[in-house]
């Protein structure tokens, strides 16, 4: 009965999202204010609707109602009950509920949140955004039904969730990164709507700034905990794979940056005007694809879950429709208008310029990376090739420093032309002593010496210093500075700490697999690791072996517990690393395999200043969603 | 010269730079990190140096591996049902690595016709199968 209820629904919503997707553009074309309607109902209503559809599937979770194919696909009797709320958006059909949800969530706050003048534009903003809604809610009823049933006889237990998402990270990791995704939709509708009624520059993007930043802060926190999920989870001590599916929310993830700073451009100075309409377009563009990568199964990745050739071509669909009907509009319309504003190079206009040309050159040649494997194989006819990491570092790297070169002085430029340079000299000056200080503290510290790691330590200094020095031309009122300055100063700062975290990280990092019996020890560095004991554990819906090791060092000793999981029914087995971290410093072990009795092989390594990448990615999500909440309470 | 066409000029210049920039790093990374994928029956037909990295993988044989208990070194053999071929990784493998699973194997040839692998990866649950051994099973249907 209530699965029904939730497909019920989800009809409701689709057929809801088709009509209010369609009408409002009757009534504009017709001018016929009959055809008008009230936003702000409709949303709630649609936000109602899916929300019931929602909760109708975590219920069937949580009562184990295996006769719903889905949870018995993702759950079973075994799994603690905050595993079953989770495992609703596990796979691809519960994720699409999730996703439609976020898309709702976004449309009910830029409604009820933005106050608009023109009934009319916020009318076609909301109904653009409802099209895309109906298309989703197609594809999930179409060829993604969670509520499709197993009857008449319904199997007694579930096949349970991916023993590797079982784990409390990955409860919130889905649901940030979806949000951010799905956030794009706003700026996306608003562009398109900004072209349907040749809205000036500066009014569409006031209205679109906070909505590119919010959606950045989601997806920010949802890549940095994604990634903070597979350091611990995986038990590879790896970070960033550049899996394709890892890309494909990194390449949306530098777009909506590219996004929020070509709007602050196109506010101010109503310049970039079509520049920021395109970027909106493949904003959302390119995190529909991500969608379209991981659900069709045509590239291999761990994220991979529906290996579905027919659903891989309807998101196609949906997304040929989009961008193909997105750039009919653009190419009709009117862009005669000529831009007044001028600038120099030395202006914070042309440094936004630089700064989304890089971001967005970036993008496209991370994403050429990802789906270069699909064009080769098309073009030799099935010969397949993979385009590992060494790829997208060897990208990465020079454009991480060009940024980061312009991020350190950015800050310090005018609109129009910067006249005055001192506090560029003052930096330039700073630096160079930085630069020295850095090589000595460089060698004393890690005792070794390379370019990479000099060049990204200082870039991170540069960038800090470049951020900081700003608060010196607010010396009277720190509180009024800081009201008005700290999301900028948040955002940058964490890029700097998090550019450090990756710098020291991917230099300094020591690696070991060693053999240990039980009882013995081995010295890694300073660090005196014994192996000492081995119990056997039951878990709530798991066996594992769990070895108990100590590190220790000159100051102090610590315990960490390392397991080898075996999940049932399944069988899977997973590997839990023991972790004792610091600020300094991550002491990473995980079990590797019995060899003989009480003899078993371990991974040992130490990662510098690993906690850095997060610590910095949760500033510049903090910093973007502070000032998305300003734009919001401005306009 | 005209303050609206200087400024585009910075652009374009800005662009252009930008772009070969991109186009030189991304040809150059691509010819040195494009790694092709064979199956053992692949290897035995084509003629692979030993100087370059290649991908290979099947199905690990059952009763095929075997351990060093001593050193972490490992030798298996994957099979693509038609043809074997024998793996030495010195290493942790993964948890998911097992007999009758689909592996990926990354590393160099040797002349005797067996493969040092860098990298083991055994990915997903137990019923994944890399898509490129899926491919060969499929087509030999």
């Known amino acids: 009965m209530i699965p029904e209820v939730g497909h019920l629904a989800l009809i409701a919503h689709l057929v809801l999202c088709f009509f209010a997707g369609i009408i409002p553009l009757f009534g504009i074309y017709f001018r016929n204010q009959a055809l008008y309607f009230s936003c702000k109902r409709i949303s709630l209503l649609l936000f109602s609707l899916v929300s019931l559809s929602f909760l109708c599937l975590v219920y069937s979770f949580l009562i184990d109602d295996f006769s719903v194919a889905y949870v018995a696909q993702n759950s079973n009797l075994n799994l603690p009950f905050y595993f079953k709320f989770a495992a609703t958006w596990g796979a691809h059909e519960g994720s699409l509920i999730l996703w439609i949800f976020a898309m709702n969530a976004w449309l009910l706050g830029f409604i009820y949140l933005t106050k608009s003048d023109d009934e009319s534009f916020s009318l076609v903003t909301f109904s653009i955004a409802c099209q895309v809604m109906f298309a989703f809610s197609l594809f999930t009823l179409f060829t993604s039904n969670p509520f499709e049933r197993i009857l008449p006889i319904p199997p007694i237990n579930g096949a349970d969730l991916n023993p590797s998402l079982q784990d409390i990270a990955f409860t919130v990791h889905p649901p940030l990164l979806y949000f951010g995704y799905s956030g794009l939709l706003i700026p996306f509708a608003i562009a398109v709507s900004a072209m349907i009624f040749q809205k000036e520059t500066k009014e569409w993007a006031a209205s679109a700034r906070p909505w590119a930043l919010l959606s950045c802060s989601f997806l920010t926190l949802g890549i940095a905990l994604g990634s903070w999920w597979a350091y611990y989870e995986l038990g590879w001590g790896g970070w960033w794979f550049w899996d394709p599916v890892e890309n494909a929310a990194f390449v949306p993830w530098l777009l909506s940056v590219a996004l929020f700073h070509s709007l602050i451009t196109s506010q101010t100075k109503g310049l970039f005007g079509k520049w920021s309409v395109l970027l909106s377009i493949f904003a959302f563009a390119t995190s529909l694809l991500g969608t379209f990568l991981v659900r069709s199964g045509i590239l291999t990745s761990v994220h991979a879950f529906a290996l579905d050739p027919e659903r891989g071509l309807f998101i196609l669909g949906i997304l040929a429709f989009f961008i193909i009907g997105s750039l009919g509009i653009y190419s009709l319309r009117d862009f005669s208008k000529p831009t007044t504003e001028k600038y120099e190079v030395t202006s914070k206009e042309f440094g936004f310029l630089l700064n989304n040309l890089l971001l967005v050159i970036l993008a496209v040649a991370i994403l050429f990376g990802t789906i270069f494997p699909l064009i080769y194989e098309a073009i030799t006819d099935g010969r397949q090739i993979s385009v590992g990491a060494p790829y997208f570092e060897a990208i990465l790297f020079p454009f991480a420093i060009l940024l980061g070169i312009l991020q350190g002085f950015a800050l310090y430029l005018s609109w129009g032309s910067t006249k005055s340079f001192t506090f560029l000299q003052r930096i330039l000056i700073e630096s160079v002593s930085i630069f020295t200080l850095l090589i000595i503290f460089i060698y004393v510290v890690f005792s070794s010496f390379n370019f990479s790691s000099f060049i990204t330590i200082f870039l991170s200094v540069w960038i800090a210093m470049g951020t900081l020095q700003i608060t010196q031309r607010f010396k009277s009122n720190y509180w009024e500075f800081l009201r008005r300055r700290a999301a900028v100063i948040f955002a940058h700062v964490g890029m700097a700490i998090l550019v450090l975290g990756v710098a020291v990280v991917s230099n300094y990092s020591i690696e070991r697999e060693i053999i240990l019996e039980k009882g013995d020890s081995y010295l890694l560095e300073d660090k005196q690791i014994t192996f000492n004991s081995m119990e056997d554990k039951l878990g709530p819906n798991y066996v594992s072996k769990l070895a108990k090791i100590t590190f220790m060092d000159q100051s102090s000793d610590h315990e960490v517990i390392t397991e080898k999981r075996t999940y049932f029914p399944s069988g899977q087995p997973t590997t839990e690393a023991g972790i004792s971290s610091n600020v300094v410093r991550d002491l990473y072990i995980s079990l590797g395999d019995n060899l003989q009795t009480d003899i078993w092989s371990f991974k040992v390594q130490i990662k510098p200043f690993i906690r850095w990448i997060w610590f910095g990615s949760i500033m510049i999500a903090l910093g973007t969603l502070i000032a998305g909440i300003k734009q919001i309470r401005r306009s | ?141």
Do not use: W
């Not at chain 2, 200087?6 to 920039?21: T, V």
């Not at chain 2, 790093?25 to 064979?38: C, I, K, R």
């Not at chain 2, 692949?42 to 009763?63: F, P, T």
């Not at chain 2, 060093?68 to 942790?92: A, H, K, R």
């Open chain 2, 1 to 141: 010269m005209n303050p609206l066409r200087k400024q585009r000029l910075y652009a374009l210049i800005a662009i252009l730079l930008g772009s070969i920039l991109a186009t030189f790093l991304v040809t150059s990374a691509l010819s040195e990190n494009m790694n092709l994928f064979y199956s053992p029956t692949e290897i035995k037909n084509a003629e692979i140096s030993e100087d370059i990295l290649i991908r290979a993988g099947g199905m690990v044989k059952e009763g095929s591996i075997n351990r060093d208990i001593n050193t972490l070194e490992v030798t298996f053999t994957v099979t693509d049902y038609q043809n074997e071929l024998e793996i030495s990784y010195i290493g942790i493998l993964p948890d998911l690595f097992a007999e009758n699973a689909g592996v990926v194997v990354r590393g160099r040839l040797n002349k005797d016709g067996s493969f040092d692998a860098l990298e083991v990866l055994a990915k997903h649950d137990e019923n994944y199968m890399p898509p490129e051994i899926a491919n060969l099973l499929s087509e030999e249907e």
